[in-house]
């Protein structure tokens, strides 16, 4: 079959989902596949694809049509400018989440330019927030945390894709990873993205997270803010007077973590929003 044919019956696999272009998405597939730029496609509409491909494309494209995101088809997603691996069993990094990143690298650079500090990255996933700290801030010490195993995999070959020895990755829940190798009150940044969705909303969520995220990233619990209060509450060991414990929030979730933070006794709180005008993130201060 030539190249156009097979865009053809892409097209018509995934035709009729919703938040897709199907034209598109078949020929960054396809591009992927045969390893050549996009332009390359539509030049050489009338080329043979030899039949392995050819099986692959049309493999790929049904699952497509369930749903399967086109990041883990990928294996490879941008964080940051950072092309990073991913696949099932890490939450694909999203944009709202390099709001939060870049807050934090500039805070770095504005009050700890000239420091060795450490930042903690807890529920890391696919190491996206910690790696990319300790990719753009070379002077921290970043350790990342996260209870499956899947993630600490993965992170760890991002980890090791930018030879970064400033970032390591720990096995376990929350902060247990980190109670025996002698950090306490040593850490000027906390920064969590952890599972924040409301447990009846699960079944809500459009069907490319719903099917195949990690539900374990995503599902925060009856009203979402089951990490929160255990992060706000343990992590109080870990971070120095005066350092930053810093969330990514749902959009309707910013005043009910405020009330948690300040409830642990928090100080200078603050709500920043993302770019859609939604609370994004929550940060506050350890006394
Ligand atoms: N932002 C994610 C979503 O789209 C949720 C991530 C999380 O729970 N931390 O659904």
Known sequence: MVIGELLEIGKTLIEGRDYIDPILESILVL???LEVDKSYIYIHLDEEVDRE????FIHIMEKRSHGYPLQYIFGEWDFMGLPLHVE???LIPRPE???MVEYIIEYISKYHRNEDIKVLDIGTGSGAIAISIGKYCPRTRVYGTDMED???RVANINRNRYGLSNVSFYHGNLFEPLE????DGEAQIIVSNPPYIRSEDMSTLQVEVREFEPKSALDGGRDGLDYYRKISIGGKRYLR???MLIYEIGYDQ????ENILREQGFTCISILKDLQGHDRIVLGFLK
């Open 31 to 33: 591009s992927n596949l």
């Open 241 to 243: 007077p005066g350092g």
């Open 150 to 152: 899947i993630p600490i």
């Open 88 to 90: 099932e069993g890490v």
């Open 254 to 257: 910013g005043k009910d973590v």
């Open 97 to 99: 989440t390099e709001l």
């Open 53 to 56: 491909t050819e099986e692959k």
């Open 180 to 183: 025996d190798i002698g950090i």
